[in-house]
């Protein structure tokens, strides 16, 4: 299994990189309107809020399966994410 730590640094790692790709966008298209771009920033706030929750959830019955089921949300988030970028 792999460590608290790089799960937590992996959360952070591909929600700031998909923020970053939506301020690049921005900077990109300066006379489009950006509450699109705007609303995938805050959603993405919004998961890595949620899945850092879970990660410092206490009273988990099997932690490798636990850990496992946060990986696989915070890739179906991510992948949600870039799906909304690319429809910008």
């Known amino acids: 299994m792999a460590s608290i730590k790089n799960l937590k640094k992996d959360i952070n790692y591909v929600l700031g990189d998909i923020i970053g790709e939506c301020y690049t966008w921005e900077l990109l298209n ?26 410092h959830q206490k009273n988990v019955e099997d932690n490798k399966a636990h850990f ?15 799906e909304k970028i690319h429809k910008l």
């Open 68 to 82: 496992k089921s946060i990986t696989l949300e915070l890739e179906k988030a991510a992948n949600k994410l870039l």
């Open 30 to 55: 300066p006379k489009a309107d950006t509450k699109k771009s705007e609303a995938i920033i805050d959603e993405a706030i919004i998961i890595f809020d949620a899945l850092i929750d879970k990660v």
